[in-house]
Structures are given as C-alpha cells and as structure tokens.
C-alpha cells in the first residue's frame, strides 16, 4: 500500500516537473520550482509512509480486537446480565429443547476439528447482543465473537462489551484498502482458530419488525476464506429472537420518520434504566438446524454449473454464491420463528375494520389466527395450556401503551391508540400470509367495483399477470417460497379456496366464496389488511417522484455534450425529508390511509425498486465530500401544458396509477381526476418548498402534568 501510494507521488511530482519544465523552455537558466523526487527522497518518504499505516493499522486494530481474556469478567457479567434480563422480560427465556440439543452436537463436533459456529441471529433489539451470549454461557458454549457497530464503542460501555467478546466495525468501509485488509485478517484468524462468530444477517436493527434484506460484508469475508481453501469449513447457525415488546419501538418511530438517531452514549443507558423496572413478557429463542458452510458452496456451485475454480473466484459467482447464502439464511430464520401473543393481538387490531374490537372478538380472531398460523407450518409461543383469553389479557397487558380498553360498555373495547408502533409487531407474522395478501390485493382491483358477483371476478390469467407485477415490485421488501410465481399462486389458490375465501368457477375466475362474503369478507379483509401499507408506500414512492420535476422556466432539458438530457440532480436526503412531508401532508388530507406509510425504510426499497425499473437514476458519491443524489430518468419526464401545470399522463403516471389500482378504497380517493390534481398539486408545492416543514405525529400522546398523571 505504502509502494502504491509513493507510486502515485513520484509520478505527481515527475508529470509537474515536466510541465513547468516545458512551460519555461525558451528561458536560460530556469530553476524549477519543483523537481522530481531522487531516489533517497523516495526512500525517506517511503519510511514515512510505512511508519503513518503502521500507527494507523496498531489504531484500527485496537478499536478493532476484542478482549475476552478474564473468565472472572465473563462470570460477573452473565451475572449482571441475568438481573437485567429477568426485570425487562420477567417471563424469562424460552429456547426448544430439541433444538439446542442439536446445536450442541454440532458444537461439540466443531471443537473436535476446530471448526468455528457463525452464529446468524435476526436483530431486533441491543438486547439480541446479550440474549445469545447469555443462552451460550449458561449452557456450556463457547461465546461467540460479536460483530457490532462501531455506534456501541461508547466509553466505558464499549470496553465492557469487547470483553464480553464484541469486536467493533465501521458501518462501511469498502473505500478503505487498509481497514478492509484488517478487518479481513481478523476474522479469518477467528475462524483459523475455529472461534466462534456472531454477525447480525441484517446488519442493523429491523425497524419495521419483518426482516430486512441481508447485509453481507462479514459473510463474504468468511466464503472468501473457504473459496481460497484458508479454511477448511464451518457451521452456519440461523437465530430466531422474538420479543413479546421490543424496547426501542418507540425510538424506532422517531427513526423511520426522519427525526436523527440519536448517538448512544453512556448517558442514554443511565436514563433508559427506567427499562429494568418494566414487565415486557418473555423472549423465545428458535435454533435453525446448523449446516455446512463447504457443503451449501458445493451444492450451489454444482447447481449454478460452475465447474472449475478459476470461475468460482470469478466475481459475479461469488456474487450469486453470496446473494443465496444470505437469502436462506433469512429463509432459515422465518422458518424458525415464533409468532408472540403480543403479535397475534396487535395483529388482529390492525386487520379488523372499525375503530375498535370487543374482547370476545378478538379472543376468536386471535384463535383463528393461530390455527391460521400452525396450519401453514408457522409457530406460535407455548403457554403450556393456558386459555386463550388469558394469553390475550396478558399481551394485551405488555401492550397497555399501545392498546387501549374503553370500558363502562356492555363489553371492554381495545383499540390502536399507537397503530405505527403496533405494525411492528404485525410484521412479524406477514411473511406467513404474503403469498395469500397479494392474491387478496390483486383481486381487490375488480372487488372495489362492486356490483354483481361476475363483475368481481379476475380471470387466473389477469390475476397472474397483476400478481407478477406487484410481486416483482415487492420483493426488495418480502421473502418469496421457493419456485416460480406460477407454482406458488398456484398453491396460493388452492390454499385459500380450501379455506373457503375464494370460489373459482368453471372458466378459472376467481372471485370471493359465498361463504366468505356470508362473514362480511372477514378472512379475506386480513390478507389485504396485511398489504395494504405497503401498496400506499410504493404508491407514494411513485407519486413523490412529481417533485423532481424542475419547475416551468426550468423544464426545458438541456444537452450535454453527448448530445444526451442533463439530469436535473436533486440531493437524496432533500428528497427524503420532502418526500415524508409530502406523505404526512396527503395522510392529513385523507389521500393516504396509514401514517406508517411514509417510513423511511420501505420507501428506501420502494425507491430503488424504481431505479431498477429506469425511472429513478441514483447517483453514488465517490468521495467523502460528496452526497448520493437522485433524479428523474428523461423518458418518464411529465410534459406541461399551455397553463405550465404538469399533464395527467405519460409513463410515470402509468406507473402511479398501476400501483394505485391496489390500494384501499377510501371516500376521498374514489374520483381519479381530484385526486389526480390535488395530488400533483401538492408535489409541486413540495418542489418549489425550500426546506421541509415539521409535521406532527397523528394521536399524540396526553402532556403529563404534576405528579406525571397524564392530562386529557
């Protein structure tokens, strides 16, 4: 690195010479200003070079490497662990006996030939850091290594925690030669040494509840190390974690709305010790079946036809090799996982219409919900026989912020007083019903119209293409079954027609079964209710791009010097913050129907969804100075009419208006044309806006007042 960098100097210095050198060649006598650098100047800045990487790697590695060395320590913290634990989740910790068992078999083959475990966990909460540590020391494995943001190297906290074996890396470090290169050491002598390794597949924490598509910088460095035989193999251990409430919710909110994260601090965690003191249930532990890192290799190298190992180096198969070991994993992890009664609660609240649900009803749709759930393979916690009225008053204990009761009725009434906090819990179950909601939404499109049975019909050829369209949109957001879409919708028909959903006739049209219309569609209004948010952010995603457009005097596009459109260049965080605004603005105004559809995460998928398509053009910073900017690709260019505003149609609009087609009905959206206007008119507005204004979150909570009794 030090050659290269002095390379680059020497060359500098030579092509100035030469130029100034030439720029002065009628003069006698010239003395250069600067001269090409002699070979003891190269050696003494060579020196310095090396002695600035050596401080710079000793810094690194430093910040880097952790310190599980004192066994004491080890002991006193799985102490202090245990009463933080049993006072936040006073329900304890639920693992499946059969599970660890296996986990351990595999652990002890792996001592025996020194292979080391990489522990994949979901991430929910900083919780998850402690709860797999815990399990392992208190059942006789080796810790693992933890890989951990360089955000919790806090002073004090972050030396705790290396001792507890986490080793702290930057959230991105590609551009860095020297970091890379250590990073990349490190871990493949772990793995040499056949330590342990644990590195969240998502490599943040899931804001939304539903797992997020997998981050693989670790798992790379490890396939590299297999693929260049510097280890021989290891076990990939898939985690579930399911929390019956996840601390950070709340904060969570704040996130995904757009407010900054704040930076954790040793302060954040004295003032967040009020935690300790709270009854949050209890938290379940799933253990996917361990399995060979070499042999996955082998067999997808033998299945994708890569047949000699200079292709396997190649950086495309590594690519894909890459790709399908992250996507299983998430696989592994949903196949694992355990639905909490907090989820089944918030769940039904969520997909029920009406303000609200008595207890009764939500006792039988909870029930129903679970059959649902066990019939399609899912699990659900094991309260040991308890009734089921009781395992919902004790979630609906743990939720007791986000669900309120409504008494002095002729039953209790619970409703969502904090629907955008309760979705996380709802999209802890969605990937066991996606396949049924999007059939459900795309049926929706001819059920809106209403009027006789046969006019709500969709013929399975339609349905496959709508559904193809919607899954393809999606899938940045959700994991698919294995198969092609027609083999899955396949299954899905059938599924819900043996569930008495849908009917289809003799023609193949699928329409709603007479028995689930006699229900008032209730099973059905599920699936769609599961969705629907998820159609209005792409939808949003979409219709934001209106605020690209440059404004009338702007709107003629220039040419570059290739003779193609100039791109009118908009900073990715402007746009961001104006796209929210906009959203909260049209929720407000009754054009959106859920406020948890101007999260930031899913309209982040949502906008690189449609620059995969070629409507957006995303450009990536290539130095630290500058920022990712978007713009809107020339083909999908609105054009204006003679007034200026912005016309009704072309390509974009048919992108809006397809995805629109899925969403949910409401009174203000059922004339195309106002809501067109209306709708356009405010993204000009945000356009032209300077900076972004503040909006307040929807239902705010009651001020607090005296003795902290809140003030209605």
């Known amino acids: 690195m030090a050659d290269r960098q002095l390379e680059v100097l020497t060359k500098q210095k030579q092509d100035a010479y030469d130029a100034e050198m030439s720029a002065n060649a009628n003069k006698k006598n010239y003395k250069p200003k600067v001269r090409p650098m002699r070979p003891e100047d190269i050696e003494a800045r060579r020196k310095t070079l090396v ?76 919780v998850d850091y402690l709860v797999i540590s815990y399990i392992f020391f208190r059942m006789g494995l080796a810790l693992p290594h933890i890989a951990a943001g360089d955000n919790l190297d806090m002073p004090i906290v972050g030396k705790v925690l290396k001792s507890a074996g986490a080793f702290f890396i930057r959230r991105s470090w590609a551009d860095d030669q020297l970091y890379t290169n250590i990073v990349q050491e490190y871990v493949q002598e772990l793995l040499e040494g056949g330590y342990n390794i644990e590195c969240f597949i998502e490599g943040t924490r899931s804001r939304t509840g539903k797992l997020l598509p997998p981050k693989l910088g670790v798992l790379k460095i490890i396939m590299d190390a297999m693929l260049t035989d510097r280890v021989q193999d290891c076990y990939v ?265 849908i009917d289809i006739d003799s023609e193949g049209n699928v329409g709603l079964s007479d028995v689930e219309r006699g229900i008032g569609r209730e099973n059905y209004d599920f699936y769609c209710f599961l969705l629907w948010p998820f159609v209005e952010t792409y939808w949003l995603a979409a219709v934001s791009l209106y605020t690209l457009i440059p404004n009338a005097k702007e709107s003629t596009l220039e040419l570059d010097s290739n003779g193609e459109p100039q791109l009118h260049w908009v900073e990715e965080r402007v746009f961001m913050e104006k796209t929210q605004m906009f959203g909260k603005t049209l929720y407000y105004q009754g054009d959106l129907s859920y406020f948890e559809s101007v999260n930031m995460e899913t309209l982040k998928n949502g906008f690189n969804r449609l620059s995969d398509y070629g409507i957006l053009v995303i450009k990536k910073p290539t130095n630290n100075k500058e920022r990712t900017k978007v713009a809107l690709h020339p083909n999908y260019m609105p054009s204006r009419g003679p007034d200026g505003r912005v016309c009704i149609d072309g390509a974009l609009w048919d992108m809006v208006e397809h995805i629109g087609t899925f969403r949910r009905e409401g009174k203000n959206r059922r004339d195309n044309a106002t809501v067109s206007s209306r709708v356009l008119r405010f993204a000009e507005i945000v356009a032209n806006a300077p900076a972004p204004v503040k909006v307040p979150l929807p239902n705010p909570a009651p001020k607090k007042i005296g003795n902290g009794a809140s003030k209605l």
């Open 237 to 501: 251990v898939p985690i579930s974690i399911g929390y019956d409430k996840v601390i950070e919710t709340e904060t969570y909110i704040n996130e995904l709305l757009g407010i900054p994260k704040e930076k954790e601090s040793l302060w954040g965690v004295i003032t967040n010790s009020r935690l300790l003191q709270l009854k949050m249930g209890r938290i379940d532990v799933r253990f996917a079946k361990p399995y060979s890192l070499r042999n996955f290799m082998n067999h997808e190298i033998e299945r994708r036809e890569i047949g000699n190992e200079s292709e396997q180096m190649n950086n495309t198969a590594k690519a894909q090799l890459l790709k399908a070991l992250g996507y299983k994993v998430l696989a592994d992890i949903n196949s694992v996982s355990v639905v909490m009664p907090t989820a089944l609660v918030g769940t039904v609240v969520l997909t029920l219409r009406g303000r609200g649900v008595g207890r009764n009803e939500l006792i039988r749709r909870v029930e129903w919900l679970k059959r649902e759930i066990l019939s399609k393979g899912g699990r659900v916690a094991n309260f040991s026989g308890m009734e089921t009225g009781d395992v919902v008053d004790r979630a609906l204990g743990v939720l007791k912020d986000l669900v309120a009761c409504q008494k002095n009725l002729l039953e209790p009434v619970f409703y969502a007083v904090k629907r955008f906090e309760l979705s996380f819990y709802r999209n802890q179950l969605i990937h066991l019903f996606i396949h049924e909601a999007i059939v459900a939404v795309t049926m929706y499109t001819r059920i809106k119209i209403g009027g006789a049975k046969s006019t709500q019909q969709i013929s399975q050829a339609e349905l496959l293409n709508e559904v193809t369209f919607l899954s393809r949109l999606l899938k940045t957001d959700f994991i698919y079954n294995p198969g092609d879409i027609e083999s899955n919708l396949e299954c899905t028909l059938q599924y819900m027609k043996k569930s008495n959903v």
């Open 51 to 126: 002695a600035e990487l050596i401080a710079v790697a000793k810094s690194n590695i430093d910040k880097l490497v952790c310190d599980m060395n004192s066994m004491r320590f080890i002991r006193f913290f799985a102490f202090l662990i245990n009463n933080i634990l049993v006072r936040m989740y006073h329900q304890g910790i639920h693992i499946k006996e059969s599970e660890f068992l296996e986990l351990r078999r595999v652990a002890e083959y792996c001592a025996e030939k020194k292979y080391s475990m990489v522990v994949l966990p979901c991430h929910k909460s900083h």
